[in-house]
């Protein structure tokens, strides 16, 4: 996989982050450093989707995971994990979107979730899948991310051809759509731009849309 991981104990983790952080970790982001991980592309293609695996321990033993994503599928050009280029993930998402600001705070539910993670006994960081600008797909993939990518794609293709064939009332098939899992969140835009604009407005939107790049396993290429 052309990805690497600069983990916190790293020699080289400290100046990469301030590269991406633009200073010397503040006392707002130290906290957090211990539960984060850079990830650095190290391949020839610009990364347009990340998914980065936190494996904790807790006080008891028992043991939990969560997969953050970063994706940017509908814009694989605008792809900022570029070859050589950087990110700071931290298992408490809010860290990682300060680090990609450079500046402002985290919330209370933020310094909240911290705490929980102090607790733990041990987390541990990798790649458990990237997608390249090609739609390239490689990684363990535990979360079943290229199914469920692969599905709201073709909903969201169905859904806009509805729109544009204006068979059926425009309202009632947006508030239908408002109803099912792959279509709610393009069908919560589209919904909103009928309530202001009507359905001249739905119909911009709809052309409009860019749909995700379809995804292919690495192993079937």
Excluded: W
Aim: glycine residues 8%; hydrophobic residues 45%.
């Amino acid at each position: 996989m052309q990805v690497c991981l600069i983990e916190p104990a790293a020699e080289e983790f400290g100046a990469a982050l301030e590269t991406l952080y633009g200073r010397v970790p503040d006392p707002l982001l130290q906290p957090a450093l211990p539960y984060s991980v850079i990830v650095r592309n190290v391949g020839q293609q610009a990364i347009a989707l990340l998914g980065i695996r936190f494996d904790m321990t807790g006080m008891k033993g028992n043991k939990y995971s969560v997969v953050h994503y970063a994706d940017t599928l509908r814009h694989p050009e605008k792809a900022a994990l570029k070859p050589g280029a950087m990110r700071f993930v931290c298992a408490e998402p809010a860290y990682t979107e300060l680090v990609l600001r450079g500046e402002g705070g985290v919330n209370a539910r933020a310094r909240m979730n911290l705490e929980n993670l102090r607790r733990v006994l041990r987390i541990k960081a990798s790649v458990d899948c990237v997608a390249f600008d090609d739609g390239r797909f490689e990684g363990v993939d535990s979360r079943g991310a290229f199914d469920r990518l692969e599905c709201e794609r073709l909903a969201e293709i169905a859904f806009v051809d509805e729109v544009l064939a204006g068979k059926v009332g425009l309202e009632a098939l947006l508030l239908q759509a408002l109803e099912t899992d792959e279509r709610k969140l393009l069908a919560r835009r589209f919904y909103e731009g009928f309530v202001a604009g009507g359905a001249a407005e739905v119909v911009s939107f709809a052309r409009n849309h860019k749909c995700r790049i379809r995804l292919i396993r690495a192993d079937a290429i």
